[in-house]
């Protein structure tokens, strides 16, 4: 009996706060501007975001330099000089 009571005075204690506090006014119009409000995508939050194009911009400026130190011979070492090169 006492479990009863203590189960009533618990969920008459949650349906006067839902009363208090009120209801969630979400509307449809508020979902369709914004399906995913904590991801950036479908599958990427704001900082997974920003990781993933840091991690794209300096791949993509370390191939540019290796593509110019392809280009001007800069990857390789002079065979001009008769010492050995480091």
Not at 9 to 22: D, E, I, K, P, S
Not at 23 to 44: F, G, M, V
Not at 62 to 71: K, P, Q, Y
Request: aromatic share 10%.
């Amino acid at each position: 009996m006492l479990r009863a009571a203590r189960f009533f005075v618990l969920g008459l204690g949650l349906f006067a706060a839902t009363l208090l506090t009120g209801c969630n006014t979400i509307t449809s119009a508020d979902i369709r501007s914004d399906p995913t409000p904590e991801l950036y995508a479908q599958a990427l939050s704001g900082e997974e975001y920003k990781n993933d194009r840091a991690i794209h911009r300096h791949h993509a400026w370390r191939t540019m330099h290796d593509d110019i130190a392809r280009l001007f011979f800069f990857d390789k070492n002079t065979q001009l000089t008769p010492l050995p090169t480091p």
